[in-house]
């Protein structure tokens, strides 16, 4: 089925630092979205991105969904502790029925303060 | 505004025993409902969703079924657990946009 790559897997930081993740896919993707989870949680949406070329932010968050269509990425600027999190891409692959979202292996970032 | 539930938080079931986890959508209708699975914090796999009342559809086969009662509930069942059913299992719905939106997640042990 469809797949998304995130990368990288692992982050480790220092606290100010920023940060920058990513996601690709083979297929073209009309919506992209992320996602932040932290321990026993369920995941909440960061940003959602609806147009090729859209830059989009949300405090130090920022994201922009690839001219390609096949790619997205995710930048935190001036990293803080509670940033701590795993980081999921995710989208809903063109023609699929229901809006089903197919998620990116997440990103998992930590910092050191 | 649009809030969901999903319990329980936690549970431990025998292998062998039935399972029931249940999940209600406020404020929206006609969501598109989703059962989610992820395994050791990674990864979220799609295993059940939902454009309708009765409308099931299945990713994965597997151990597991589920159930749309009502336009805004989503069961997850199961008649008799696996060991690798453990697992943390996360509901959502969806409108327009195909913006998804998490429970609280439920962690099921089965021992």
């Known amino acids: 089925g469809q797949q998304l790559n995130q990368s990288p897997q692992s982050m480790f930081i220092q606290e100010g630092e920023d940060v920058s993740m990513n996601c690709t896919s083979s297929?073209?993707?009309?919506?992209w979205l992320w996602y932040k989870q932290e321990p026993g949680e369920g995941p909440v949406l960061l940003i959602a991105l609806y147009k090729a070329g859209e830059l989009t932010s949300n405090g130090r968050l920022t994201a922009q969904f690839g001219i390609t269509r096949k790619d997205s990425f995710l930048n935190i600027s001036a990293s803080i502790p509670s940033d701590v999190g795993i980081y999921f891409c995710?989208?809903?692959?063109?023609?699929?029925?229901?809006?089903?979202?197919?998620f990116g292996a997440g990103t998992i970032l930590r910092v050191k303060s | 505004s649009q809030t969901i539930h999903q319990w329980p938080a936690t549970l431990v079931q025998p292998v062998g025993s039935p399972l029931s986890l249940e999940c209600t959508v406020e404020?929206?209708?006609?969501?598109?409902l989703y059962w989610y699975r992820q395994a050791a914090g990674r990864g979220l796999q799609l295993l059940f969703y939902?454009?309708?009342?009765?409308?099931i559809s299945s990713e994965v086969p597997q151990n597991l079924s589920a159930s749309r009662p009502q336009d805004r509930q989503f069961i997850l069942s199961s008649k008799k657990l696996l060991l690798s059913d453990s697992g943390f299992y996360l509901c959502?719905?969806?409108?327009?946009?195909?913006?998804?939106?998490f429970g609280q997640g439920t962690r099921l042990t089965v021992v």
């Open positions: 959502a719905w969806s409108e327009v946009g195909a913006r998804a939106f």
């Open positions: 995710a989208g809903p692959p063109l023609m699929e029925y229901g809006n089903k979202l197919v």
């Open positions: 939902s454009v309708g009342i009765g409308q």
């Open positions: 297929s073209i993707f009309n919506t």
């Open positions: 404020g929206t209708s006609n969501p598109n």
